[in-house]
């Protein structure tokens, strides 16, 4: 089981970058994929990056591909997502997730807002 706390959200305006992350909290980091999710005003969660803890591969959306760019710390238990060249689309909660390789479990943190003003 793992915890998840997000931090580095805020309000932007276009262009502009942030960076966000993810602390972890618990053990076998490298049983799950952690990956960033996002949810904009009346729209449903949508896929954002994921990376291996083990292997270091990356998955992005076809959204932010060339724009956002996600990482790990293993000796810091934490991911982060470097968000550039923000638009005003951007706009929404962005979450972090731990999925559980064998059993196929999900967790999330509790969010942070990314507002970014045109």
């Known amino acids: 089981q793992v915890q998840l706390v997000e931090s580095g959200g805020g309000l932007v305006q276009a262009g502009g970058s942030l960076r966000l992350s993810c602390a972890a909290s618990?053990?076998?980091?490298?049983?799950?994929?952690w990956g960033w999710y996002r949810q904009a005003p009346g729209k449903e969660r949508e896929f954002v990056a994921r990376i291996g803890w083990s292997t270091g591969s990356t998955d992005y959306a076809g959204s932010v591909k060339g724009r956002f760019t996600i990482s790990r710390d293993a000796a810091k238990n934490t991911v982060y997502l470097q968000l550039n060249s923000l638009k005003p689309e951007d706009t929404a909660i962005y979450y972090c997730?731990?999925?559980?390789?064998?059993?196929?479990?999900?967790?999330w943190g509790q969010g942070t807002q990314v507002t970014v003003s045109s």
């Open positions: 997730n731990a999925h559980a390789i064998l059993s196929g479990r999900d967790y």
């Open positions: 618990g053990r076998s980091f490298g049983s799950y994929v």
